[in-house]
């Protein structure tokens, strides 16, 4: 049995993760899956055995200093192939990772819009949640905060509307922030239809939604 790479945690934040991976001749850091976008500097000079899932093998000779990026996903055991100790520097970004649990919060909260399930809408959103709706006397439209006036509101919601359907719907996350765009077809008690374009801007607490401030078209 050969050795084992050992990793040292040099750095770690709510963004990045950076791992020296020490190696002796022959050592290998065993299988792994990379769960995140990544850059490697090499800190010496050598040789790394790459041994991927279909069998392959690739060689392949490091500089010191000069980095190379993957993206999540890869799998394989990365051996020291050379004769001589071999060091790199691994940062993987590591929000990317809070960014894709956003993204599937948003996607969740459209899907309980879109089936009209308050209990589903509310498991997105924070205890600090607020809601700004398109309409209304203030600045905001009207202003809903907390969890009782926010779950009110959108019970109110799917009482105006008796049908309602957000198409055509795309969701982005950067940072703290969410966009989501969509199409509202609603159909009112006295069988109006509306059907406009809209946005949410959304904040985030965490993974779950702390405000969804809501934009939509004013046809006449
Ligand atoms: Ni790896």
């Known amino acids: ?28 850091t065993g299988w792994h899956v990379h769960g995140h ?4 500097v090499p800190l010496t000079g050598g040789t790394l055995g790459l041994e991927h899932k279909d069998g392959s093998e690739v060689k392949v000779p490091l500089t010191p200093g000069i980095p190379y990026s993957r993206r999540c996903g890869v799998e394989h055991d990365v051996a020291n192939a050379g004769s001589e ?9 590591i929000d990317d990772a809070l960014a894709r649990r956003r993204t599937e919060t948003l996607k ?4 309980g819009f879109n089936a009209r399930d308050v ?11 607020a809601f700004h709706s398109a309409a209304g006397p203030d600045v905001e439209g009207t202003r809903y905060v907390g969890r009782a006036a926010v779950r009110a509101a959108y019970e109110a919601l799917f009482v105006t509307y008796v049908e309602s359907h957000y198409a055509e719907s795309n969701a982005y996350v950067t940072g703290d922030t969410g966009l989501s765009t969509w199409r509202f077809i609603g159909k009112e008690r006295d069988g109006k239809v509306v059907d406009v374009r809209g946005v949410d801007v959304f904040t985030f607490d965490g993974d779950l939604v702390s405000l969804k ?3 939509r078209k004013a046809r006449s």
Do not use: H
Not at 37 to 40: A, L, N, P, T
Not at 85 to 93: D, G, H, K, N
Not at 108 to 111: D, E, T, V
């Open 1 to 28: 049995m050969s050795a084992t790479a050992n990793p040292v945690i040099r750095l770690e934040d709510d963004r990045f993760r950076v791992t020296e991976w020490q190696f002796a001749p022959g050592a290998k």
């Open 37 to 40: 976008d990544y850059v490697v």
């Open 85 to 93: 100790y071999l060091a790199f520097l691994e940062v993987e970004v």
């Open 108 to 111: 969740r909260l459209g899907a």
């Open 119 to 129: 209990d589903a809408i509310m498991e997105c959103v924070s205890d600090n949640c």
């Open 213 to 215: 401030d809501s934009y």
